[in-house]
């Protein structure tokens, strides 16, 4: 067994076994948020050895909200095709999508994009802050990130505990 440091707090990880390890089929892709108050939290990819337990770094940490912007990043997934990793940044109300390399599973760290809630395609939705309770309620707060298949087109759902809404976006 063993562990990776340089983390202050991962709070959300995901395992990712998908087929596309580079032929490997003794390692899973781990992505790892790593939460922060008081400045741009990070998202880290590792590999965990099946055999030996042993995790390591694939590539660098991403930043995942603009530097200086705390982020509280608090759930993480990859989409079922492999082709992206999502975050929910709780304090600042946004979702980052981040491309995944599908030969070895590193993040591509020119391939960031972020959605602010509420989201474009939801300026319909009035929403007032602050809402019924002002001390957790003063703007958006994402809290988790999901795919949802099995609709007519794939959409990604959204729970602002800021707004009391469920978000839902199409993928």
Same mark, same amino acid.
């Given at each position: 067994?063993?562990?990776?440091?340089?983390?202050?707090?991962?709070?959300?990880?995901?395992?990712?076994?998908?087929?596309?390890?580079?032929?490997?089929?003794?390692?899973?892709?781990?992505?790892? /948020?790593?939460?922060?108050? !008081? +400045?741009?939290?990070?998202?880290? @990819?590792?590999? &965990?050895?099946? $055999?030996?337990?042993?995790?390591?770094?694939?590539?660098?940490?991403?930043?995942?909200?603009?530097?200086?912007?705390?982020?509280?990043?608090?759930? /993480?997934?990859?989409?079922? !095709? +492999?082709?992206?990793?999502?975050? @929910?940044?709780? &304090?600042?109300? $946004?979702?980052?999508?981040?491309?995944?390399?599908?030969?070895?599973?590193?993040?591509?760290?020119?391939?960031?994009?972020?959605?602010?809630?509420?989201?474009?395609?939801?300026? !319909?939705?009035?929403?007032?802050?602050?809402?019924?309770?002002?001390?957790?309620?003063?703007?958006?707060?994402?809290?988790?990130?999901?795919?949802?298949?099995?609709?007519?087109?794939?959409?990604?759902?959204?729970?602002?505990?800021?707004?009391?809404?469920?978000?839902?976006?199409?993928?």
């Amino acid at each position: 067994a063993g562990g990776h440091a340089g983390m202050r707090n991962p709070t959300y990880l995901i395992a990712h076994d998908g087929s596309n390890n580079n032929g490997d089929d003794k390692k899973v892709q781990i992505y790892v /948020v790593d939460e922060r108050d !008081d +400045g741009p939290g990070t998202l880290r @990819a590792l590999t &965990l050895d099946k $055999s030996t337990g042993k995790l390591s770094p694939l590539g660098s940490p991403l930043g995942i909200q603009p530097a200086m912007e705390a982020a509280a990043c608090c759930h /993480v997934m990859v989409t079922p !095709d +492999g082709e992206y990793v999502m975050a @929910a940044n709780y &304090l600042c109300g $946004s979702i980052v999508v981040v491309g995944r390399n599908k030969t070895d599973g590193s993040l591509i760290e020119d391939d960031v994009n972020y959605c602010s809630l509420p989201p474009r395609q939801h300026d !319909d939705v009035d929403i007032t802050y602050p809402g019924p309770n002002a001390a957790r309620q003063e703007g958006s707060h994402a809290h988790m990130v999901v795919y949802s298949g099995g609709t007519k087109s794939a959409t990604i759902l959204v729970p602002d505990l800021g707004s009391d809404v469920i978000w839902s976006m199409p993928y």
